[in-house]
């Protein structure tokens, strides 16, 4: 049973990088079965896709983010990372990792989720 | 890319029906046959209860079942349990390798 775990600081400055990881247990990052993502949720709302990464490094972004968003992978320790650049008020969200099928197309494992406060 | 379209409340009694719609268009929900259904309580994780429109991971209640007709997307809860009460959301491929959520559904069990 796969189990991802969220890691990183609860509080960011405006205008600095929000940086979180993912440690991956029970399983392998290193497939081709899945796609490692993040996803947020604003405080009481919806959720957002924020964008994921392939065991080969490939990465996909949500066009509203791209600009500002970089995920990466580290297989020698099985994580995978999110940075988001130039924070505002508005990136203060909860934080999920997941886990994305390749075959079914849909996110099948989730993280418990960190919350990230942009604030001075 | 804009959030799919999602009731931001539904209700009913226990043992009732009750259906969540979730609208999009012929670039997401229309366009693929990739709509899955999220529950989540509050504090927690979203869980997948539906994929691929009307699929079933294993130890979901056949209570729970899936419909798309032309952008519209469909979750029906059958035969309604307390343990049902929670935010339901709805996700759709949008091609490109991106993926669109829902705005979210308060499902309460009155």
């Known amino acids: 049973q796969v189990q991802l775990q969220e890691s990183g600081p609860g509080l960011v400055k405006p205008s600095q990088t929000l940086s979180l990881t993912c440690t991956v247990s029970?399983?392998?990052?290193?497939?081709?079965?899945?796609?490692w993502s993040w996803i947020r949720q604003h405080p009481g709302t919806g959720l957002e896709w924020i964008g994921y990464i392939y065991y080969s490094g490939s990465t996909y972004y949500n066009p509203s983010l791209k600009s500002r968003v970089a995920i990466s992978l580290d297989t020698s320790k099985n994580q995978f990372s999110l940075n988001l650049s130039s924070v505002t008020a508005a990136d203060t969200a909860v934080y999920y990792c997941?886990?994305?099928?390749?075959?079914?197309?849909?996110?099948?494992?989730w993280g418990q989720g960190t919350l990230v406060t942009v604030s001075s | 890319q804009s959030a799919l379209t999602q009731p931001p409340s539904a209700s009913g009694s226990p043992g009732q029906s009750v259906t969540i719609s979730c609208t999009g268009t012929?670039?997401?929900?229309?366009?693929?046959?990739?709509v899955s259904w999220y529950q989540q309580h509050p504090g927690k994780a979203p869980k997948v209860m539906i994929y691929e429109v009307s699929k079933r991971p294993s130890g979901v209640p056949d209570r729970f079942s899936g419909s798309k007709s032309g952008n519209t997307a469909s979750l029906t809860v059958s035969g309604l349990q307390a343990e049902d009460e929670a935010d339901y959301y709805c996700s759709s491929y949008a091609g490109s390798n991106t993926f669109v959520f829902g705005g979210g559904t308060k499902l309460t069990v009155l």
């Open positions: 012929s670039s997401d929900v229309g366009g693929y046959n990739y």
């Open positions: 997941a886990r994305e099928t390749t075959t079914f197309v849909h996110f099948d494992s």
């Open positions: 029970g399983g392998s990052i290193s497939t081709d079965n899945y796609y």
